[in-house]
């Protein structure tokens, strides 16, 4: 089992950036491939960018495409989401996931463990 904590959430206005972060305890972080979804009210929660164990590839929405990178290091347990040219449309509730499949996935439900999210805001 793992744990998750997203920080780095804020208020920022369009064209600029934030970083978010989730810390991870519990079972070796290494172990999972691990996520970024976020859900807007009265949306669903969507996929935005994924990340394989070792780090070495990664898979993005086409929404974030070239704007945000997710990047991890096993050896502090944290994977980060830098988000680059936001735009009021990324305004949402960010969530840190794990997954213990061993391919990348876009699908939350392959997801088993969450965090308890982080608000990003994004004023025009």
């Known amino acids: 089992q793992v744990q998750l904590v997203e920080s780095g959430g804020g208020l920022v206005q369009a064209g600029g950036s934030l970083r978010l972060s989730c810390a991870a305890s519990g079972r070796t972080f290494s172990s999972y491939v691990m996520g970024w979804f976020r859900q807007a009210p009265g949306k669903e929660r969507e996929f935005v960018a994924t990340?394989?164990?070792?780090?070495?590839?990664?898979y993005y929405a086409d929404s974030v495409k070239g704007r945000f990178t997710i990047s991890r290091d096993n050896a502090k347990n944290t994977v980060w989401l830098q988000m680059n040219s936001l735009k009021p449309e990324d305004t949402a509730v960010y969530y840190c996931?794990?997954?213990?499949?061993?391919?990348?996935?876009?699908?939350?439900?392959?997801?088993?463990?969450w965090g308890q999210g982080t608000q990003v805001t994004v004023s025009s």
């Open positions: 996931a794990a997954c213990v499949r061993a391919l990348l996935t876009s699908t939350p439900r392959e997801y088993g463990y």
């Open positions: 990340i394989t164990r070792s780090g070495g590839h990664t």
